[in-house]
């Protein structure tokens, strides 16, 4: 087996590789002057089961994917197996309004020309992946959430919003403490109102978990939330760390004690590892 780490996972394909103790291929990623995207595997042949490891956010790493399949069937590949730790465009996952184009499935059906089987990783919507006709799974990372807090003297598990919920169980339970889901109300793009959480938060260690944490709106309205309650820390782990703007900032000055991610995406707060979790599913074949 060989891993090819696109440019927006090399890390975690480079984690992957090890404990798998494969060969790595790093592929060679600029831009032309014009912006668009060149890419190159630098090898003989890549005559074994190939695995990229590539986001498919922001667009120009979709594009990457998208070149990197070709390249990697030209070489030679026996099978080709997209992990994608962050599938970009997930969240239109239907048409909402008349007119607007079903973004997902759009996404899938184009990945789909390229793979013979496709990894995410707690994808907003799982019913996504039936697009793809190849086999695929999305794996959780509650399991690596849980066990990176379970030392932390966590007394709450909560998501903030009933989405999340069973994110919160799992986590929860995993723990061997208390779980349950705030009320959200989204008011813009950036704007969300948190109903006073239905435990009681007096004193408590409180973790949140969500899938992504994409303006850090929700987040920071749910910490202040429960400061308001009366908890003691406050923490948040979320899959993916999509941070737009200043979010790793805003998320950081305010009433939270804890800000990590997993590292889908990579950045300096992506410390909670899925290699292991990607690197069994892919052994698993
Ligand atoms: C919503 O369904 C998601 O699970 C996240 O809660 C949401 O995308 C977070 O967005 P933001 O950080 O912009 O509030």
Redesign the pocket.
């Known amino acids: 087996m060989i891993i090819v780490g696109g440019s927006s996972s090399r890390d975690l394909a480079k984690e992957m590789a090890t404990i798998l103790d494969c060969t790595y291929i790093q592929a060679a990623s600029t831009r032309f002057p014009d912006g668009e995207c060149y890419t190159r595997i630098d090898t003989e042949s890549l005559d074994d089961d190939v695995v990229i490891v590539q986001n498919t956010y922001p667009n120009d790493n979709l594009i990457e994917m998208f070149l990197l399949q070709d390249a990697v069937r030209r070489m030679g590949a026996r099978s080709v197996t997209l992990v994608i730790p962050y599938f970009g465009y997930a969240?239109q996952d239907r048409v909402f309004k008349p007119g607007e184009p079903e973004s997902a499935k759009v996404m899938c059906r184009h990945l789909d020309m390229g793979c013979d089987r496709v990894i995410t990783i707690d994808i907003?919507k799982e019913a996504v992946l039936d697009h793809f006709t190849c086999p695929h799974v999305d794996l959780k990372a509650a399991p690596v959430i849980a066990e990176y807090f379970s030392s932390k003297g966590i007394d709450l598990v909560l998501s903030?919003?009933i989405?999340?919920a069973g994110r919160a169980k799992d986590v929860g339970e995993r723990m061997g403490v208390p779980y349950d889901h705030l009320e959200?109300t989204r008011l813009s793009?950036?704007d969300?109102r948190i109903a006073p959480a239905k435990m009681d938060c007096q004193g408590k260690r409180v973790l949140i978990v969500?899938?992504?944490?994409?303006?850090?709106?929700?987040?920071i309205a749910a910490a202040q939330a429960l400061r308001d309650a009366g908890a003691v820390s406050v923490s948040v782990a979320c899959t993916h760390g999509?941070f737009?703007n200043n979010?790793i900032e805003r998320l950081t000055g305010s009433s939270l004690d804890t800000v990590l991610c997993c590292n889908t995406l990579e950045n300096q707060v992506s410390h909670i590892s899925v290699a292991g979790i990607i690197a069994e599913a892919v052994r698993k074949g």
């Not at 969500?210 to 987040?219: E, N, P, R, V």
């Open positions: 969240r907003h903030p919003d989405g999340a959200k793009g950036v969300v969500d899938d992504m944490i994409s303006t850090g709106g929700t987040i999509v737009v979010a």
